[in-house]
T-cell receptor, first 111, second 114 residues
Framework: SQQGEEDPQALSIQEGENATMNCSYK?????LQWYRQNSGRGLVHLIL?????REKHSGRLRVTLDTSKKSSSLLITASRAADTASYFC???????????FGEGTQLTVNP | DAGVIQSPRHEVTEMGQEVTLRCKPI?????LFWYRQTMMRGLELLIY????????DSGMPEDRFSAKMPNASFSTLKIQPSEPRDSAVYFC????????????FGPGTRLLVL
């Protein structure tokens, strides 16, 4: 298994509902990041949480980090059809230079 | 800033041909990364540079792949000879040393090898 595994692989919800995606990793990290990828596009950085932080908010995004369980979750509140995309977590291992991406969660928000 | 620029956006070639993908990182960024994305293998790091020097090329699949960064504003990823299994989307990303590790991705090059 690779560092940064997302769960579920696919999620389909109705507009207005909340979407929760989870990520697990294996090694010690400096920080964990979430990225979004719209179909046919490059990845776009959403939010970063450092290893000494437990929760972070940015607009409708809420990220939690549990270093004891080596897991993180991304919550998107009041989802919109435009939130339809793939979401990836990425871990910045202690070396700090590279990121290791998970396999992603495909989120579909139905209008 | 224009962001990370990649060219071409799409490439269709025949097996055995040489393919060259190009990337211009964000000005001032001193790290550059090449990734490959496929349905089967997800997003894989191929190689990354720091200050134009290759740091880790352990992800380069085989000798058919090579990457260069002759200066701070340009990098190439070359496949010679190309094979159908090289078909994928290739992304370039850059970041700065002080950027907490956030990477900025280009739009990708969609490569199809027939």
């Amino acid at each position: 298994s690779q560092q940064g595994e997302e769960d579920p692989q696919a999620l389909s919800i109705q507009e207005g509902e909340n979407a929760t995606m989870n990520c697990s990793y294996k090694t010690s990290i400096n920080n964990l990041q979430w990225y979004r990828q719209n179909s046919g596009r490059g990845l776009v950085h959403l939010i970063l949480i450092r290893s000494n932080e437990r929760e972070k908010h940015s607009g409708r995004l809420r990220v939690t980090l549990d270093t004891s369980k080596k897991s993180s979750s991304l919550l998107i509140t009041a989802s919109r059809a435009a939130d339809t995309a793939s979401y990836f977590c990425a871990t910045d291992e202690n070396s700090g230079s590279r990121l290791t991406f998970g396999e992603g969660t495909q989120l579909t928000v139905n209008p | 800033d224009a962001g990370v620029i990649q060219s071409p956006r799409h490439e269709v070639t025949e097996m055995g041909q040489e393919v060259t993908l190009r990337c211009k990182p964000i000005s001032g960024h001193d790290y550059l990364f090449w990734y490959r994305q496929t349905m089967m293998r997800g997003l894989e790091l191929l190689i990354y540079f720091n200050n134009n020097v290759p740091i880790d090329d352990s992800g380069m699949p085989e000798d058919r792949f090579s990457a260069k960064m002759p200066n701070a504003s340009f990098s190439t990823l070359k496949i010679q000879p190309s094979e159908p299994r090289d078909s994928a989307v290739y992304f370039c990303a850059s970041r700065s040393t002080g950027g907490a590790g956030t990477q900025y991705f280009g739009p990708g090059t969609r490569l199809l090898v027939l």
